[in-house]
């Protein structure tokens, strides 16, 4: 009681002023005269109102310097009425504040009846400038704004495609809307009654505790599955080190005999590679003069990271499925596509995976083969949303693997109904996610990239990438990779000369976006459409040079050494044009054997069982059992087949302790970066935890600079020894 004493005229005088602004005329009556009564005091209000003379003054002047483009008292006026904590706290104002002043920079291009005045000009140009390299570079990793950070830089900004929309009619009425619809917005606030600021200040807070909290926690998943996969990574190193060593040492101990290498010597050399934990007794009970012991010791000493035995999955019967599929309930379908794509994505990798796929294969389970006019892929069609999106998560899978990737390519049935579902799909994310997926991993094998060119898939990739921000990461990353993979042949750099300013516009847009994966895949794009001479003249016209330049500012090294060959290819002559035309040779297998089983396949499954309803591994094995089950579940049946991983130096990331994928949503379906696209040669980077040590082979590689080992890609992308092999000279020469 005595707190609320303490402070009961300040909530009184809370109370008091939320009735006025409300307009509870009647109740606030009452309420001061049985204040008056009572004799309780009455606080005054500490909320100020700028509803005066002097801020009507401001908000005239202001709008009269806009009018006449008097950037200097606009500015100042800015500056002594709009509090520091919105100008710099609020986004609002700031992105006002950005528009203000590049109406300012342009003004006297705009409103000048000749020539504007070149010094006026100059200065007010010098004005945005340093306002972009202090307050302004906030919004540098903005995409709305991105643009405009290389308007101080361009020659003739109104012939510039970028900045065509600053010299429309509209843009400066529009802008001087939002400029007022602001201050009125902020001289309301300003009105705003004390007890209700306290409310949305606390609910405010509340909700972002509650956010912060939930950042944390997908922040903490993260880490933990980037700690497990470098594990794996270390554990695959230590395997290799291991299996070299032991190598080595056969060789160290050939030469025992000649004396070259004492075997004291060799007994140190040998137990200093072991653990801590074995080099006492081995030092002691180990006699290193005999052949072949070092060695053997080595390989022995993997033994104990041996994985459990796993044995096969059952067989099932897939005539019932199919029929099912087709036939069945659209809730039985879903959960029919889900349990059989959870065999894919949850086997161990090795024996156990590739039993279920080649099950999969052998039965044509998804009726790749059938002419019949009701098959299991045109549940692509369906219209059951969940059965649709069911249907693409067990093709993305297919397409995950290598083999499966061989079956769905066989003919362009399956890429036709993909592309098909992809333009129509526009009520479910993921399904769309999971055939944009599909494709991008499709688009290793040549005969399906020249089709998917023919069909105008460019066409769509670029029009969903004019809005980047609209799309989900998957959808963003996939979508880009699969634009550059289609833009190293010359029929997709022919096909993006026929809208190459509209290209050009959203791959430069695309440059500065915050999601920094798919930075190298812009880049590699850019780079293999600028050999198109129609190409480069539009670039050079758009200013191209210019914007790239303002990223060489910004970016890493990598980054920059990336642009800078950009920029080079962007001012090439025109005898290097014709230096990729043999990439379109249709006979060459691009396919690299990589199977990578990502995450995101299973992600927000959309269906639960009730209770008494089977799904999973549990419905197929009940209803679905095909011949020759109980042997496979007998641990000591004739025909029970046991495996272990493979040794881990020749596919060392593919799988996990325990036989599980280790996998965080990448691309794992990509070219390997700057390098390779000059070859043409599809690739597939991945996380390092999925990489095969074993680079493939490619031929002699065409016109290209040389990048770091590692080329475009962050850190987190394909190993320097895979991507070394596809480096190029920097001395240009033509494929011979």
């Not at 379908?333 to 156990?352: V, Y």
């Not at 060459?588 to 089977?614: S, V």
Request: charged residues 25%.
């Amino acid at each position: 009681m005595v707190d609320v004493l303490a402070h009961e005229s300040e909530l009184l005088g809370l109370v008091k002023e939320y009735l006025d602004f409300a307009e509870f005329e009647d109740t606030l009556k009452t309420f001061l005269k049985e204040c008056k009564i009572k004799g309780k005091p009455l606080s005054k209000s500490t909320c100020g109102s700028l509803r005066d003379p002097k801020s009507l003054k401001f908000q005239r002047d202001l709008l009269a310097a806009f009018d006449s483009g008097d950037q200097k008292v606009f500015f100042r006026l800015w500056e002594e009425h709009i509090p520091r904590p919105i100008r710099d706290g609020d986004s609002l104002a700031q992105k006002l504040e950005f528009y203000l002043h590049i109406h300012f920079a342009i003004y006297l291009l705009k409103h000048s009846a000749g020539r504007p005045d070149k010094e006026d000009l100059d200065e007010r140009i010098s004005y945005f400038k340093t306002f972009l390299e202090t307050k302004g570079a906030a919004l540098s990793q903005t995409t709305e704004f991105l643009p405009f950070y290389a308007l101080p830089f361009v020659p003739n900004p109104m012939a510039h495609p970028s900045f065509k929309e600053l010299f429309q009619d509209s843009w400066t009425p529009e802008l001087k809307l939002k400029l007022e619809k602001f201050l009125a917005l902020m001289f309301k606030a300003s009105n705003t009654p004390k007890l209700l600021t306290l409310y949305k200040e606390n609910g405010q807070s509340n909700k972002d505790v509650l956010q912060q909290l939930h950042q944390q926690l997908v922040e903490a998943e993260r880490r933990s599955m980037t700690y497990l996969k470098r594990y794996n990574r270390i554990q695959a190193d230590y395997h290799n080190l291991i299996g070299v060593t032991a190598e080595l040492v056969d060789s160290l101990e050939a030469t025992v005999s000649g004396k070259m290498i004492t075997p004291e010597y060799l007994q140190s050399v040998c137990v200093r590679l072991f653990s801590n934990q074995m080099r006492q007794s081995l030092a002691h009970s180990v006699d290193f003069t005999r052949p072949g012991t070092a060695s053997t010791m080595l390989r022995a000493s993997l033994a104990p990271v041996k994985l459990k035995d796993v044995p096969l999955l059952p067989s099932l019967d897939y005539e019932k499925l199919k029929k099912d599929l087709i036939l069945g309930s659209d809730r039985l379908k879903a959960f029919l596509l889900q349990a059989l794509r959870w065999r894919l994505t949850t086997s161990h990798p090795g024996e156990q995976r590739e039993t279920v796929l080649q099950a999969y294969i052998s039965n044509d389970l998804l009726d790749c083969h059938s002419h019949s006019q009701r098959s299991v892929l045109q549940l692509l069609q369906s219209k059951s949303e969940v059965v649709r999106q069911y249907t693409a998560r067990l093709i993305n899978a297919f397409a995950s693997l290598a083999e499966g990737r061989r079956y769905l390519a066989q003919s362009t049935k399956v890429l036709r109904m993909l592309e098909e579902r992809l333009k129509e799909e526009d009520k479910d994310v993921i399904t769309r996610e999971n055939v944009l997926g599909a494709l991008q991993k499709f688009s290793l094998r040549r005969p399906l990239q020249t089709a998917m060119i023919q069909d105008g898939l460019i066409f769509w990739l670029i029009d969903i990438l004019k809005e980047p921000d609209c799309l989900s990461d998957y959808t963003l990353e996939y979508s880009v990779a699969l634009l550059m993979n289609l833009c190293l042949r010359s029929a997709g750099k022919n096909m993006c000369a026929k809208v190459a300013g509209l290209v050009l516009k959203v791959l430069s847009d695309l440059l500065g976006h915050e999601n920094h994966e798919i930075q190298p895949y812009v880049n590699g794009a850019l780079y293999s459409i600028l050999s198109i001479p129609s190409i480069r003249e539009e670039a050079r016209a758009m200013g191209m040079e210019d914007i790239l330049r303002c990223f060489i500012k910004e970016g890493n090294a990598e980054m920059i050494r990336q642009i800078e060959f950009i920029i080079k290819q962007l001012n090439a002559e025109e005898l290097l044009d014709g230096v990729l035309e043999s990439d379109d040779d249709e006979d060459e297998d691009d396919e690299e054997d990589h199977d990578t089983m990502e995450a995101d396949l299973d992600k927000d499954e959309l269906i639960q069982p009730q209770l008494g309803e089977l799904s999973g591994e549990k419905l197929l094995t009940t209803e679905y059992l095909g011949a020759g089950r109980s042997s496979q579940f007998s641990p000591d049946g004739p025909a029970c087949q046991k495996w272990l991983p493979p040794v881990p130096a020749k596919h060392p990331h593919s799988s996990l302790q325990g036989g599980q994928t280790c996998c965080s949503r990448a691309l794992p379906f990509l070219f390997m970066g700057f390098t390779s696209s000059f070859s043409c040669k599809p690739r597939a980077p991945r996380t390092p935890e999925m990489l095969d040590m074993n680079p493939p082979k490619v031929k002699s590689s065409a016109l290209g600079p040389q990048f770091s080992s590692c080329g475009p890609q962050q850190a987190s992308r394909p190993s320097s020894k895979t991507s070394s092999t596809r480096s190029l000279q920097s001395n240009p020469s033509s494929r011979k």
